[in-house]
């Protein structure tokens, strides 16, 4: 059993940036696909990024591409998502979440992720 806890988010003005980080305890994220979510109030969640089990392939969402970046520390099993050129529609709720069964066709499913974290909030405000 993995347990998933983010951290790093708050408030930050338009255009600037965020990094927020994903500890996991219970089991190496080492073999897992690691991937982060949002949900921003009435919206449905929405794929950000997500990192294949190999650690080789990263993918993002067309919202994020070019602004995000996923990397991960296999060594302090954590997970980050770094966060520029903040807009206001990046406002949200952002999960981190993990799985050992997840292919890399399928990074952008939800349901096909294991374990998640109880999320961090992110406002991004002019």
């Known amino acids: 059993q993995v347990q998933l806890a983010e951290s790093g988010g708050g408030w930050v003005q338009v255009g600037g940036s965020l990094k927020v980080s994903c500890v996991a305890s219970g089991s190496t994220l080492r073999g897992s696909a690691v991937g982060w979510f949002r949900q921003a109030p009435g919206k449905e969640r929405e794929f950000v990024g997500a990192n294949s089990r190999d650690g080789a392939g990263t993918i993002y969402g067309d919202s994020v591409k070019d602004r995000f970046t996923i990397s991960r520390d296999n060594g302090k099993n954590t997970v980050y998502l770094q966060m520029n050129s903040l807009k206001p529609e990046d406002t949200a709720v952002y999960y981190c979440?993990?799985?050992?069964?997840?292919?890399?066709?399928?990074?952008?499913?939800?349901?096909?992720?294991?374990?998640w974290g109880r999320g961090t909030q992110v406002t991004v405000s002019s």
């Open positions: 979440t993990a799985g050992k069964r997840v292919i890399q066709s399928s990074l952008r499913s939800p349901t096909e992720y294991d374990f």
